[in-house]
């Protein structure tokens, strides 16, 4: 029995007369519910506006004359099971005729469940309802299906090819997880490659999805310049969703706010992070979140599920400011219910999902983002120092196959002052073409005249970048080694 059918049951059992479960998952959901069925020894019934309700009586599928029919048998207790039931829930009349009832189907010892992918409930059957979600299947029921269809072509399953193949796919439901394992088999025996063709496969599932993104981590911490208090931070966390760090006594960390400067990284560490962790990147697009096909809510709730789905894993939320800003009273209004779901989760959530937010402007924070509890730290991401403005120039020298040593970073260091890492990553490929047009290899002057032909970010914001210091200086931990401090005791 899983989570959702223990609470099933146990609603059921406290007389509890309506339930709506959350599911794209039909076929599974019902299996769910004929187990609890069998375990209380009661009824299962089942409806749909085309079938109506087989075993009770033909002409049912008028959703008030099928309501009826649940009081006037008054010796059949038990669960009933109503598909797409939410489409006719927009009907004042059927929302009229369920709440006359519901004290005579919890008298009854009958539930009425409504089984849909959507989340309709008047409000007038609010206080009502229970909503239950039916969870993704875990990796012991995804262990049954790659069994199942492995056996069906004869051949013998390897230990670790098996256990790599469902870690893949977790986060998939049932009918994704045998569509996808029933292509790689069919091209042959299952192999560690195949583990990225499962891979592949979320990411085509999780485009239909359209708050989430799948990201490759393809950077690394060694792609960041600077940022050495950071990179500490994240490098003793490294083995945290492990088992080990559970009996050690350590709890499983939650995630950290990014804040500071626009174009210093904060982006790239989300991504150097899940490389780092060997960990999936899903991004969580919060603008997508108000305005795709779906109400606000119910995207949020998705999001959460399938992010637990996949745990553990990094989730990453860029601008998070933007995302939970209203514009309308409406809108605002929808911001404030999904920007409650979101924080509570963020609080309460169970499931090892590292949460990586970021932000440019701290007074578009709501307060309540910054409570303790909610991210295990926030960091503040300054303009880049003279020291790593040096490592940031290696970096992105090295990247496009040059030799830091042939050029005299300490100069352009010098130069580059008040520079982000964004700009002196631009600053680099400006030399490389102007070099490129010349017929030539990159030189010193190159490189100089391209920092100083760059506009800093600082010349306009410079206002809005010293209020951010001014409040992280007490508020925020520094993501930069203060190296003022080590340069003055190497003078010494």
Known sequence: M????????????????????????????????????????????HWSPVSG??????????????????IEDSTLPGLYLAKDFHLALDDP??????????????????TLVVISPVLVIPRELEKDCVVLDLELPEIEELGKILDTLH?????????????????????????????????VLAAGDLDFDDVGRIVEEKRQILRQHDVLEYFEPNETLASVGG?????????????????????FGLPQPKGMLLLGVQGCGKSLVSKAVASLWKLPLIRLDLAAI????????????????????????????????????????????????????????????????????????????????????RFDEIFFVDLPDHHEREQILSVHLKKRGRDPGDFDLDALAKKAEHLNGAELEQAVISALYAAFHDSREVEQQDL?????????????????????????????????????????????
């Open 2 to 45: 899983t989570k959702t059918a223990d609470q099933l049951a146990l609603l059921y059992k406290a007389r509890y007369p309506l339930i709506y479960l959350l599911t794209y998952e039909e076929l599974r959901a019902e299996r769910m519910c004929r187990e609890v069925a069998e375990q209380l020894k009661v009824a299962e019934v």
């Open 53 to 70: 309700a087989p075993g009770l009586e033909d002409g049912l599928e008028e959703p008030q004359r099928f309501l009826s029919r649940l």
């Open 93 to 110: 009349m059927v929302g009229r005729r369920l709440r006359e009832l519901l004290p005579y189907l919890a008298t009854g010892k009958k």
């Open 151 to 183: 056996r069906q072509t004869g051949r013998t399953l390897v230990p670790k090819k098996r256990e790599a193949a469902l870690r893949a796919a977790r986060g998939l439901t049932e009918q994704e997880a045998i569509r996808v394992f029933s292509k």
């Open 227 to 247: 940022l050495s208090e950071l990179k500490r931070w994240l490098s003793e966390r490294a083995s945290a969703f492990e088992d080990k760090a559970r009996k």
């Open 290 to 373: 108000f305005s795709s096909r779906h109400t606000a809510e119910e995207n949020m709730r998705n999001a959460i599920r399938i992010a637990e789905s996949l745990a553990p894993m990094v989730l990453w939320v860029d601008e998070i400011e933007k995302g939970f800003a209203g514009t309308g009273a409406e809108d605002q209004a929808a911001v404030s219910r999904v920007f409650g779901t979101f924080i509570t989760w963020l609080q309460e959530k169970t499931k090892p999902v590292f949460v990586i937010a970021t932000a440019n402007e701290v007074q578009n924070l709501p307060p309540e983002l910054l409570r303790k509890g």
């Open 448 to 492: 100089s005249k391209a920092i100083e032909d760059t506009v800093p970010l600082y010349v306009t914001y410079e206002e809005k970048i010293k209020e951010l210091r001014d409040w992280a200086r007490n508020r925020a931990r520094w993501a930069s080694l203060d190296v003022s401090l080590v340069d003055l005791f190497k003078e010494e």
